[in-house]
């Protein structure tokens, strides 16, 4: 079975190319590419697409949810996972509604980003409590403006608002099934659907790339990055 195909874009020399190095060590996943711009970003998805990009919220020459946009308008298959360090509510909203599946923060372990990469390949989405408390929030100032007090998002189903809740404390897809004592494909089934609902892009998470978890042997080291560290240290912006 094919490996999984990544693309990293951060402006972080240090973090791309340590980042880059230690999952082009995964049997599983192969990283085409990597680069320091925004708009370097979306040329190399449109030429090598990928099947999952990672990309550095903010981005000096082209802003991540535009970035996003532009890859998924013109490969809406490809699934972008959002790096990120403490920032603005407003940063992680426009990549939500841009169309992002995922986010991670830049001191996750590789193992932990590894395994987010597989999820996004296979179609499932991977939000993080910061990205889910930024949901709250907004569904809470759109009740407000249609004065309910009752509900969060008439859209909304009460189990999805209840994983929803889950998700902003932190807890993840397994977490939430053990909570909820519901299956982890049902939990699964219940966070794509909250995430499709926020905005037109939210289209499409349960039938992505089928990207593969098989087990492959460990592909030519990837050219051009560092070499091989034990850790990722994250920037501080």
């Known amino acids: 079975m094919s490996e999984i195909r990544v693309l990293v874009v951060d402006d972080h020399d240090l973090f791309r190319t340590g980042l880059s190095s230690l999952l082009a060590a995964e049997r599983d996943i192969e990283v085409v590419a990597q680069t320091s711009g925004g708009r370097a970003g979306v040329r190399l998805a449109h030429e090598l697409q990928p099947d999952v990009v990672l990309v550095s919220l903010r981005m000096p020459d082209l802003p991540s949810p535009e970035a996003t946009r532009q890859i998924l308008s013109d ?3 490809t699934r972008v996972v959002v790096l990120t360090v403490p920032s603005g509510d407003e940063h992680v909203e426009e990549a939500l509604l841009a169309g992002a599946c ?16 597989r999820a996004a390949a296979q179609g499932v989405a991977s939000p993080s409590p910061r990205a889910a408390e930024v949901v709250l929030g907004r569904m809470r100032r759109t009740s407000r403006r249609r004065k309910s007090s009752d509900t969060l998002e008439p859209d909304l189903s009460s189990h999805e608002r209840q994983v929803l809740r889950l998700m902003a404390r932190g807890l993840d897809n397994e977490a939430i099934a053990a909570e909820l004592h519901i299956s982890l494909r049902t939990a699964g089934r219940h966070v794509a659907s909250i995430l499709r609902k926020l905005g037109p892009r939210w289209r499409g998470l349960e039938d992505g790339p089928g990207g593969s978890t098989g087990v492959r042997e460990p592909r030519r080291p990837l050219p051009q990055t560092g070499g091989g560290s034990a850790q990722v240290q994250p920037p501080t912006q």
Do not use: M, N, Y
Not at 102 to 117: M, N, P, R, S
């Open 75 to 77: 490969r809406p298959s």
């Open 102 to 117: 995922g986010f991670l923060a830049k001191d996750t372990t590789i193992a932990e980003v590894a395994t987010a990469v």
